[in-house]
T-cell receptor
């Protein structure tokens, strides 16, 4: 049981490049989330999903896209990378009723946009 | 709108001291959940506790204890006899439990440094 896994661990992008951050969970959780953590700040929700085929915007969705074709996978897409997207990205999942349940976090992806 | 305030940006203590991390929240919901997470230097986020707004009992888990006071909208976290391994950033978070909103709110975190 690996929990929540994220790849890559670290990536450097040039301005305007695109990439996909991968997230997979093996706990059969319906709810999945993407957060970004900027230095000295808490976590900000980018997108979330309440089940396969269903996604919705969080607090800071601009510049990102998501899809949820399976229960296990919730990739985050950056289409035109900008320096403001330099951050640490965390994927999380939770069972049952969503955000009122305990969230299980992946190890994070550190992204640097230059 | 929800808000979580962790006014202490950084706390520095010497090992074996007791330390309290403050968390004050704002919400219009009558039912909600509060959480504490730990982020050690390695970077992962580790769940510590989840508390329903209807349950105001304090909780103790080993050296950790939590004081939930609805009257003052606070959910403070105390570490007794701190250890170097407690050095981490600690986040308080608030989530609605109804109304279809799934957006949790995190505080900015308190960095705890425990010196040997």
């Amino acid at each position: 049981n690996a929990g929540v896994t994220q790849t890559p661990k670290f990536r450097i992008l040039k301005i305007g490049q695109s990439m996909t951050l991968q997230c997979t969970q093996d706990m059969n959780h319906n709810y999945m989330y993407w957060y970004r953590q900027d230095p000295g700040m808490g976590l900000k929700l980018i997108y979330y999903s309440v089940g396969a085929g269903i996604t919705d915007k969080g607090e800071v969705p601009n510049g990102y896209n998501v899809s949820r074709s399976t229960t296990e996978d919730f990739p985050l897409r950056l289409e035109l990378a900008a320096p403001s997207q330099t951050s640490v990205y965390f994927c999380a999942s939770s069972p049952g009723q969503g955000s009122s349940e305990t969230q299980y976090f992946g190890p994070g992806t550190r992204l640097l946009v230059l | 709108a929800q808000k979580v305030t962790q006014a202490q940006t950084e706390i520095s203590v010497v090992e074996k001291e007791d330390v309290t991390l403050d968390c004050v929240y704002e919400t219009r919901d009558t039912t909600y959940y509060l959480f504490w997470y730990k982020q050690p230097p390695s970077g992962e986020l580790v769940f510590l506790i989840r508390r329903n707004s209807f349950d105001e009992q304090n909780e103790i888990s080993g050296r950790y204890s939590w004081n939930f006071q609805k009257s003052t909208s606070s959910f403070n976290f105390t570490i007794t006899a701190s250890q170097v391994v407690d050095s981490a950033v600690y986040f308080c978070a608030l989530s609605p439990s109804s109304g279809g909103s799934y957006i949790p709110t995190f505080g900015r975190g308190t960095s705890l440094i425990v010196h040997p």
